[in-house]
């Protein structure tokens, strides 16, 4: 139990900083491309870059540019890990305690964006953070033993198709919303996340190890469709809108829906007698994710024109 817990935060750390600098190599990544846009408009307006898609949100180019920031590699090498730590977690602890724990990394988005993004929280986001970290401290106090994570070979079939449902279908209602599609962008994410955490628990051929097994499996895929979808309307969500309502709206995706299916179908339980706490500490961790969401989502995706972009110290 120690030793997943320490795995599962170290994954939180990991995420949360690679979050912020995946938003600062986008956000500097616009800067740039609205600067060469307007640049173009003077001279052709034919000619001019089109970096956003019919409905204001950003296009595939626009994010594929964002991509190649270095503090986008940078953050998407610390993710690398995380997900590495997240999936031992995973297997060492019940998916409620392992995901919601992960999901902490909300905490220290918030906290590294008053530095590194220049954002200031208000009273309710330092709040609804208070109460998502008590409720870390009630779920890791109720948790028990982690079940089996032994299924049907149909039930990844269908983890499979639910997943790649999701990611396509978030796709196409985020590029439908535009720039207001930042906290569906999260959430879709999140559920992306979560389609990860449970492949990673179900996955045949880990222990003992059997490649044949592995690479037969449709988890294995199902985890890397839930991984790189996750990982793409992310980087959307960090392009329109505020981190901490779009890491929130993650939080919410990639912690109910695996915690619920640990507890129904994966065997996942809770100390005896302490069910109790670890309903209310599940429900107050995912209404505090969600404060965190409402509160945030009035914060600009980017600076006011002229404003000088929070710069990442060289020391």
């Not at 997900?83 to 906290?111: D, Y």
């Not at 008590?134 to 948790?143: G, W």
């Not at 980087?235 to 779009?246: D, E, F, H, I, P």
Request: with cysteine; net charge neutral; glycine share 14%.
């Amino acid at each position: 139990m120690i030793i997943g817990l320490v795995t599962a935060v170290a994954a939180s750390a990991c995420y949360g900083t690679g979050s912020v600098l995946q938003a600062v190599g986008s956000r500097r990544s616009a800067r740039e491309e609205a600067a060469a846009a307007a640049a173009a408009g003077t001279t052709a307006a034919s000619d001019a870059p089109v970096m956003t898609t019919e409905h204001g949100g950003p296009s595939l180019t626009s994010t594929a540019k964002a991509v190649v920031t270095w503090e986008f590699i940078l953050g998407t090498a610390l993710d690398l890990i995380g997900f590495l730590l997240g999936a031992l977690a995973a297997r060492l602890l019940p998916l409620f305690l392992s995901q919601t724990v992960i999901s902490a990394n909300l905490v220290i988005t918030a906290l590294l964006s008053i530095k590194l993004l220049g954002m200031r929280l208000k009273r309710p986001e330092w709040a609804s953070i208070a109460v998502v970290c008590a409720a870390l401290v009630m779920l890791a106090v109720a948790a028990g033993p982690e079940g089996t994570g032994t299924t049907p070979i149909s039930t990844h079939w269908w983890l499979l198709l639910v997943s790649v449902a999701v990611i396509a279908g978030g796709s196409l209602l985020v590029r439908r919303l535009g720039t207001s599609g930042a906290i569906v962008a999260g959430l879709v994410s999140g559920l992306g996340f979560g389609a990860l955490g449970i492949g990673v628990r179900v996955l045949n051929g880990v222990d003992p190890f059997d490649m044949g097994q592995l690479l037969s499996d449709p988890a294995l895929y199902a985890i890397l469709v839930g991984g790189l979808g996750g990982m793409y309307l992310h980087t959307v969500a960090l392009q329109t809108g505020s981190v901490n309502a779009a890491t929130a709206a993650l939080v919410v995706g990639e912690t109910v829906v695996p915690g619920v299916i640990g507890v129904l179908w994966l065997g996942d339980a809770t100390r005896h007698g302490l069910s109790w706490l670890g309903v209310v500490g599940f429900v107050l961790a995912v209404a505090g994710a969600v404060a965190v969401a409402h509160f945030g989502q009035g914060e600009e995706a980017l600076p006011p024109s002229g404003a000088r972009e929070p710069e990442l110290s060289t020391r």
